[in-house]
Protein backbone atom coordinates (compact mmCIF):
# COMPACT_ATOMS: atom_id res chain seq x y z
CA UNK A 1 0.00 0.00 0.00
CA UNK A 2 2.88 2.05 0.61
CA UNK A 3 4.13 1.78 -2.77
CA UNK A 4 0.92 2.86 -4.38
CA UNK A 5 0.43 5.86 -2.32
CA UNK A 6 4.63 6.93 -3.18
CA UNK A 7 3.57 5.74 -6.32
CA UNK A 8 0.63 8.48 -6.62
CA UNK A 9 2.88 11.15 -5.12
CA UNK A 10 5.67 10.64 -7.72
CA UNK A 11 2.99 10.75 -10.63
CA UNK A 12 1.53 14.01 -9.38
CA UNK A 13 4.92 15.78 -8.64
CA UNK A 14 6.02 14.72 -12.67
CA UNK A 15 2.77 15.82 -13.62
CA UNK A 16 3.19 19.41 -11.83
CA UNK A 17 6.39 19.41 -13.52
CA UNK A 18 6.15 18.52 -16.83
CA UNK A 19 2.70 19.55 -17.15
CA UNK A 20 0.56 16.19 -17.57
CA UNK A 21 -0.24 12.98 -15.67
CA UNK A 22 -0.27 10.14 -17.27
CA UNK A 23 -2.53 7.66 -15.49
CA UNK A 24 -1.98 4.60 -17.70
CA UNK A 25 -1.13 1.96 -15.67
CA UNK A 26 -4.76 0.05 -15.77
CA UNK A 27 -6.13 -1.92 -13.94
CA UNK A 28 -4.30 -4.65 -14.92
CA UNK A 29 -1.04 -4.15 -14.17
CA UNK A 30 -2.25 -3.00 -10.56
CA UNK A 31 -3.47 -6.45 -10.19
CA UNK A 32 -0.25 -7.94 -11.58
CA UNK A 33 1.69 -5.55 -9.09
CA UNK A 34 -0.51 -6.83 -5.95
CA UNK A 35 -0.20 -9.87 -6.56
CA UNK A 36 3.45 -10.31 -7.20
CA UNK A 37 4.56 -8.21 -3.73
CA UNK A 38 2.49 -10.31 -1.91
CA UNK A 39 4.38 -13.46 -4.08
CA UNK A 40 7.83 -11.46 -2.97
CA UNK A 41 6.97 -10.67 0.34
CA UNK A 42 5.74 -14.75 1.06
CA UNK A 43 9.37 -15.74 -0.12
CA UNK A 44 10.85 -13.35 2.35
CA UNK A 45 8.71 -14.77 4.75
CA UNK A 46 9.38 -18.58 3.63
CA UNK A 47 12.97 -17.93 3.37
CA UNK A 48 13.44 -15.99 7.20
CA UNK A 49 10.74 -18.98 8.60
CA UNK A 50 13.65 -21.33 7.21
CA UNK A 51 16.83 -19.92 8.02
CA UNK A 52 15.42 -18.57 11.69
CA UNK A 53 17.62 -15.52 11.05
CA UNK A 54 16.06 -12.00 9.79
CA UNK A 55 19.55 -10.71 8.59
CA UNK A 56 20.52 -14.08 6.51
CA UNK A 57 17.33 -14.29 5.48
CA UNK A 58 17.39 -10.93 4.02
CA UNK A 59 20.67 -11.61 2.29
CA UNK A 60 19.62 -14.77 0.89
CA UNK A 61 16.33 -13.07 -0.04
CA UNK A 62 17.79 -10.39 -2.31
CA UNK A 63 20.53 -12.98 -3.64
CA UNK A 64 17.53 -15.18 -4.95
CA UNK A 65 15.66 -12.39 -6.55
CA UNK A 66 18.43 -10.43 -8.00
CA UNK A 67 21.58 -12.42 -8.70
CA UNK A 68 19.95 -15.70 -9.11
CA UNK A 69 17.69 -14.86 -12.45
CA UNK A 70 21.27 -14.15 -14.17
CA UNK A 71 23.09 -17.13 -13.14
CA UNK A 72 20.11 -19.02 -14.24
CA UNK A 73 20.03 -16.71 -17.60
CA UNK A 74 23.96 -17.29 -17.94
CA UNK A 75 23.52 -21.29 -17.10
CA UNK A 76 20.57 -21.58 -19.70
CA UNK A 77 23.20 -19.77 -22.54
CA UNK A 78 26.20 -21.99 -21.61
CA UNK A 79 24.34 -25.53 -21.37
CA UNK A 80 21.26 -26.97 -23.85
CA UNK A 81 20.14 -28.89 -21.42
CA UNK A 82 19.37 -26.27 -18.83
CA UNK A 83 17.67 -24.08 -21.13
CA UNK A 84 14.75 -26.35 -21.11
CA UNK A 85 14.68 -26.72 -17.04
CA UNK A 86 15.16 -23.06 -16.18
CA UNK A 87 11.85 -21.77 -17.13
CA UNK A 88 10.37 -24.45 -14.34
CA UNK A 89 12.96 -23.15 -11.63
CA UNK A 90 13.42 -19.19 -12.24
CA UNK A 91 10.25 -18.02 -10.18
CA UNK A 92 11.07 -14.55 -11.10
CA UNK A 93 10.91 -15.12 -14.73
CA UNK A 94 8.30 -17.49 -14.46
CA UNK A 95 6.18 -14.01 -12.57
CA UNK A 96 5.87 -12.94 -16.19
CA UNK A 97 2.61 -14.62 -16.71
CA UNK A 98 1.37 -12.68 -14.36
CA UNK A 99 2.20 -9.25 -16.04
CA UNK A 100 0.95 -10.61 -19.22
CA UNK A 101 -2.11 -12.38 -17.84
CA UNK A 102 -0.72 -15.55 -20.46
CA UNK A 103 -3.62 -17.80 -21.59
CA UNK A 104 -0.82 -20.50 -21.80
CA UNK A 105 -1.12 -23.25 -19.40
CA UNK A 106 2.62 -23.61 -20.03
CA UNK A 107 3.31 -20.55 -18.55
CA UNK A 108 0.53 -20.75 -15.46
CA UNK A 109 2.24 -24.10 -14.68
CA UNK A 110 5.79 -22.63 -15.01
CA UNK A 111 4.89 -20.35 -12.38
CA UNK A 112 3.04 -22.95 -10.49
CA UNK A 113 6.09 -25.49 -10.24
CA UNK A 114 8.73 -22.43 -9.67
CA UNK A 115 6.36 -21.10 -6.57
CA UNK A 116 6.69 -24.38 -5.16
CA UNK A 117 10.25 -24.55 -5.08
CA UNK A 118 10.88 -21.48 -3.77
CA UNK A 119 8.06 -20.33 -2.00
CA UNK A 120 6.53 -24.07 -0.96
CA UNK A 121 9.35 -25.95 0.19
CA UNK A 122 11.19 -23.23 2.25
CA UNK A 123 7.60 -22.71 3.87
CA UNK A 124 7.58 -25.95 4.69
CA UNK A 125 10.95 -26.72 6.00
CA UNK A 126 10.60 -23.46 8.22
CA UNK A 127 7.08 -23.87 9.76
CA UNK A 128 8.52 -26.89 10.60
CA UNK A 129 11.58 -25.50 12.23
CA UNK A 130 9.47 -23.00 13.87
CA UNK A 131 7.41 -25.90 15.34
CA UNK A 132 10.66 -28.11 16.82
CA UNK A 133 12.09 -24.71 17.58
CA UNK A 134 13.17 -23.99 21.69
CA UNK A 135 10.71 -21.09 22.87
CA UNK A 136 13.17 -18.95 24.62
Known amino acids: MVSIVIGLVANLSYGLLQGEFDWTFGWPDL ?7 VLA ?6 LAAL ?3 TSAAI ?5 YK ?3 PGLFAVAAALMGWF ?7 DFQSAQGAIWDWSSSGKDWA ?5 GIVWLGLPLCFGIGRILRAEVK
Not at 31 to 37: E, R, V, Y
Not at 41 to 46: I, K, P, V, W
Request: proline share 3%.
Open 59 to 63: VVFFR
Open 31 to 37: GAFLITQ
Open 83 to 89: EKLAPWI
Open 51 to 53: LLN
Open 110 to 114: QLVVS
Open 41 to 46: MLGGFA
Open 66 to 68: WVL
